[in-house]
């Protein structure tokens, strides 16, 4: 189903009383009794500072927007719900993304997803609506698990969606050298503990607090797939596949690096803790 969104005169926004949200597609949520902190982050957060990237383009209302890789679409709920001229499409290669909706529904109380809003799952390198062009485009916390082989092409691929004046946002945060960087650090309480241990007594670690199987080989499996790739090396990725870095981005770690990593990483990796980098068509 495609979506037209007449942008000359833009519906009311979304009404607030009490912390319970209405709008035009008849959309009723609350923000004011969320269960995580990750889902509140996503779905409130990460909307307002795409918008804010985006300021001197207008924002994101009215805009064509590309969620790549999604997850549950989480942050392309937000952007729909918040920006209600927008059409946004959420992308993913996994099945989870058809749990947009059950998550919202225990997190925010949502009662339907919003019509300005599309889940696509595709297959790696198939595109999300073929032949569809984007204002924007953005993929948060998604790179660092691509396999490294790929992502000249998913670079590419994004390049050939993106309209003539349209922006491309990618976000790493945690980067694999940083402390955070195993993704795992909730459960080891140990930083840089991926760089520092052996392979096998890391996931020893990981196995003692997490006992039940199926979470561990799930978070096993996620662990498996971080590419380590550097803020130098996307940086490389982006200009190659034709995209010229507008913006840019990094936050820096204030921990006390451990005796021996710098003898073998660079100051600057095991400190990088995230990159965001805006492109634009070179």
């Not at 946002?169 to 955070?180: D, G, R, V």
């Not at 309480?189 to 979470?215: P, S």
């Not at 090396?233 to 451990?258: M, W």
């Amino acid at each position: 189903m495609s979506i037209v969104v007449d942008k000359r005169s833009a519906p009311p926004s979304s009404k607030t009383e009490g912390g319970i949200h209405t709008n035009v597609f008849g959309c009723e949520w609350r923000t004011d009794q969320f269960v995580t902190e990750q889902f509140r982050s996503s779905f409130l957060d990460v909307p307002t500072i795409l918008d804010d990237w985006m300021s001197q383009q207008g924002g994101l209302s009215g805009k064509a927007v590309l969620d790549f890789g999604c997850g549950e679409c989480v942050s392309g709920l937000g952007v729909a719900l918040k920006y209600p001229t927008s059409s946004v499409v959420g992308m993913e290669v996994v099945p989870r993304i058809h749990d947009c909706l059950k998550f919202a529904e225990r997190e925010i109380s949502l009662n339907r997803l919003p019509d300005n809003l599309q889940l696509k799952m595709v297959k790696p390198g198939e595109e999300a609506v073929p032949g569809m062009q984007y204002d924007f485009i953005y993929s948060w916390s998604v790179f660092e698990h691509i396999n490294q082989n790929l992502l000249p092409a998913i670079v590419e691929q994004l390049r050939r969606s993106l309209k003539p004046s349209g922006r491309l946002l990618i976000q790493i945060a945690p980067l694999y050298y940083s402390s955070e960087g195993s993704h795992l650090l909730p459960w080891t309480q140990e930083r840089w503990g991926h760089l520092f241990d052996q392979d096998d007594i890391f996931r020893g670690k990981v196995r003692k607090v997490v006992t039940h199987d199926a979470m561990y080989e799930g978070l096993m499996q996620m662990y498996s797939t971080l590419n380590r790739l550097t803020y130098q090396q996307l940086a490389k990725i982006l200009t190659d596949g034709g995209l010229k870095i507008e913006k840019e981005y990094f936050s820096r770690e204030e921990f006390e690096v451990p005796a021996g990593l710098l003898d073998v990483y660079q100051e600057d990796a095991l400190k990088t803790k995230c990159v965001v980098y805006q492109c634009v068509l070179d």
